[in-house]
């Protein structure tokens, strides 16, 4: 019986866990997706070429590996499908779990419905339907993938629910859907997603018995996640290693190495706290060096320096073996170059993450700066100044950094 590796991502998502999942993909036989929607976006470029996922496992760019979306992931049909149109012959190299959960286009106007009436107090949210999707899951009045199989049934369920809940879709001003172009609809996703749909968690441990080489994926990162993130402003799934048990099926002997990625600084999509957003024009360096805007959604992301509080907190959780430094090539430039190694809280310092960050301020330790680390491929050749950064690094989140990379191209990684 063979162990699955696990990519996570260590900050408030947006690390770049496509380009890593993508380099390890290259060495593996499955690479299967646990958990989150599409409003996670992973940007992978492959000579020159940029891919936009958001629901396909990245794994889908090596041609010798097969591809698992599993149960813990809600899918919406219309987006997955579009997203397929990049790609051919994916017949038996893409399983869609029959127990993942239908992201439908009500979904979507319920998520905007009630991020409009939350005025200020807006999570910020995508507005792709994720959480309204997850609380249908959760409150058992979801539908799943398997529902696909007979159409009048789905459909007759979903007009029954919108019945139902008729007050709170006329206060949201959603318009009850037509069975028939319901089941229209419905019919279509059925003729397009029936090829990949499988019982997954049977297909998991088979893979895992025949001592396959398998890569589980992540949506998102852990300070985002609906438990150990910064709640409310979180997303609505489990983000840590620990979800993939439960989004594949696996328990906690199934899961091997664990490879943790965070940037060589921090962003964050949205509302809620983030203690080392910089408002000022390293900032903005940052978000214009980095393209710092979201695959999904196209807004302009937080930006700010490292915090390892944060990210030693991350580790912790996950059970790190390695981390993947990723755009270190972004911080190219900077004389002087800032980690949050502390915060402080009501007049008190403290070196972990509390209940609530909202008031937490960052405590910085200020490194030196370097001119050039875009496109360098051997750790020796990085600037010293660059590497003792790395270094340093590694002695405040306790854990190796094996894995680093220097610019957006799949080559351009130094593995330590």
């Given at each position: 019986m063979s162990q699955a590796q696990i990519v996570v991502g260590l900050q408030w998502g947006d690390e770049g866990k496509g380009k890593i999942v993508d380099h390890m993909a290259q060495r593996q036989e499955y690479v299967c997706r646990f958990a989150g929607g599409h409003n996670a976006g992973h940007t992978i470029v492959v000579d020159g070429k940029k891919f936009a996922l958001h629901l396909v496992p990245s794994g889908i760019l090596n041609p010798n590996a097969k591809n698992i979306v599993g149960n813990g992931v809600v899918l919406s049909p219309k987006d997955f499908i579009k997203e397929l149109t990049q790609f051919d012959n994916l017949e038996g190299r893409l399983f869609v779990s029959d127990k993942a959960h239908l992201l439908l286009p009500y979904h979507?106007?319920?998520?905007?419905?009630?991020?409009?009436?939350?005025?200020?107090?807006?999570?910020?949210?995508?507005?792709?339907?994720?959480?309204?999707?997850?609380?249908?899951?959760?409150?058992?009045?979801?539908?799943?993938?398997?529902?696909?199989?007979?159409?009048?049934?789905?459909?007759?369920?979903?007009?029954?629910?919108?019945?139902?809940?008729?007050?709170?879709?006329?206060?949201?001003?959603?318009?009850?859907?037509?069975?028939?172009?319901?089941?229209?609809?419905?019919?279509?996703?059925?003729?397009?997603?029936?090829?990949?749909?499988?019982?997954?968690?049977?297909?998991?441990?088979?893979?895992?018995?025949?001592?396959?080489?398998?890569?589980?994926?992540?949506?998102?990162?852990?300070?985002?996640?609906?438990?150990?993130?910064?709640?409310?402003?979180?997303?609505?799934?489990?983000?840590?290693s620990a979800g993939a048990c439960s989004g594949l099926g696996l328990n906690p002997k199934d899961i091997g190495k664990v490879t943790g990625i965070a940037k060589a600084y921090c962003t964050r999509v949205g509302n809620g706290p983030f203690p080392s957003e910089d408002l000022g024009n390293n900032g903005n360096k940052i978000r214009e060096r980095g393209h710092e805007f979201g695959t999904t959604t196209g807004r302009p992301r937080r930006c700010g320096w490292f915090d390892a509080v944060a990210a030693s907190h991350a580790v912790r959780l996950n059970g790190v073996d390695q981390i993947a430094l990723m755009k270190l090539d972004v911080l190219d430039g900077f004389e002087e170059v800032k980690v949050c190694v502390a915060y402080e809280v009501d007049g008190k310092r403290i070196d972990y993450v509390p209940y609530d960050l909202e008031d937490a301020k960052p405590v910085y330790k200020t490194f030196q700066g370097w001119q050039k680390s875009e496109g360098v491929r051997e750790f020796d050749k990085l600037p010293q100044s660059t590497q003792d950064y790395i270094v340093a690094l590694e002695e405040m989140v306790g854990a190796k950094i094996g894995i680093i990379s220097t610019s957006p191209d799949r080559d351009d990684t130094i593995i330590r």
């Open positions: 979507a106007g319920i998520d905007q419905a009630l991020e409009r009436l939350k005025g200020k107090g807006a999570i910020g949210t995508t507005g792709k339907g994720i959480g309204p999707a997850y609380s249908d899951k959760v409150a058992r009045v979801g539908h799943r993938i398997g529902e696909l199989l007979d159409t009048v049934k789905l459909a007759t369920k979903i007009v029954n629910y919108f019945e139902q809940n008729s007050v709170i879709f006329e206060a949201l001003d959603i318009t009850k859907p037509n069975f028939d172009e319901l089941k229209n609809e419905l019919d279509g996703y059925k003729q397009e997603l029936l090829p990949f749909i499988t019982d997954t968690t049977q297909m998991m441990w088979q893979i895992l018995k025949e001592e396959k080489k398998v890569l589980l994926e992540g949506a998102q990162g852990t300070m985002l996640d609906i438990d150990h993130g910064t709640y409310p402003y979180v997303t609505s799934s489990t983000t840590i």
